[in-house]
T-cell receptor, first 114, second 113 residues
Framework: QKEVEQNSGPLSVPEGAIASLNCTYS??????FFWYRQYSGKSPELIMF????GDKEDGRFTAQLNKASQYVSLLIRDSQPSDSATYLC??????????????FGQGTILTVHP | DAGVTQSPTHLIKTRGQHVTLRCSPI?????VSWYQQVLGQGPQFIFQ???????GRGNFPDRFSARQFPNYSSELNVNALLLGDSALYLC????????????FGEGSRLTVL
């Protein structure tokens, strides 16, 4: 079982729709959860982070965390063609002093078509 | 403020050669991490350094090494390059706050022929 798994893509949604990206993780000790967006040929860009159960909203983006189910998701409302990218879920576990270590999923490719 | 800067941005090497990649963190950040991203996969953790000490190491062979300098910049060295080392090498900096937010540089794309 992979440590962090994302729903297989690619995911294609029409402009203006809601895109839903999902991620599950295996380590129950995980404390912080991150969503990165990566455009083709570019480096990952931090979109959101969440560490408490529930929802966290930032503009058109909502991150949802359910630690009991070991599940984290990202909703993108009013999707735009510029949202087309690979979305990476990353998880950080408290352990030792290596706060820098994130474990990433394989990414989900999102395409928003006009 | 300048973000994380990496050099070189692109490089081509042949098998068996050695490569050094460099990274300068965001001003005020004392932690630098290195990740390898192979095409089609998520980044994989290689090293983390904080205050010039190694604080974490991923599942990579001893051909991979790194260090951090007094100004918090960092180098990643890879010896005896293999074709499979072709990847985007990402440097990330953080202030080591509890949220663990990492900010990535643009990466160094290494091609091994």
């Amino acid at each position: 079982q992979k440590e962090v798994e994302q729903n297989s893509g690619p995911l294609s949604v029409p402009e203006g729709a809601i895109a839903s990206l999902n991620c599950t993780y295996s380590d129950r000790g995980s404390q912080s959860f991150f969503w990165y967006r990566q455009y083709s040929g570019k480096s990952p860009e931090l979109i959101m982070f969440i560490y408490s159960n529930g929802d966290k909203e930032d503009g058109r983006f909502t991150a949802q965390l359910n630690k009991a189910s070991q599940y984290v998701s990202l909703l993108i409302r009013d999707s735009q063609p510029s949202d087309s990218a690979t979305y990476l879920c990353a998880v950080r576990s408290i352990g030792g002093t290596s706060y820098g270590k994130l474990t990433f999923g394989q990414g989900t490719i999102l395409t928003v078509h006009p | 403020d300048a973000g994380v800067t990496q050099s070189p941005t692109h490089l081509i090497k042949t098998r068996g050669q050695h490569v050094t990649l460099r990274c300068s963190p965001i001003s005020g950040h004392k932690s630098v991490s290195w990740y390898q991203q192979v095409l089609g996969q998520g980044p994989q953790f290689i090293f983390q350094y904080y205050e010039k000490e190694e604080r974490g190491r991923g599942n990579f062979p001893d051909r991979f090494s790194a260090r951090q300098f007094p100004n918090y910049s960092s180098e990643l060295n890879v010896n005896a390059l293999l074709l499979g080392d072709s990847a985007l090498y990402l440097c990330a900096s953080s202030s080591l706050n509890p949220t663990g937010e990492l900010f990535f540089g643009e990466g160094s794309r290494l091609t091994v022929l």
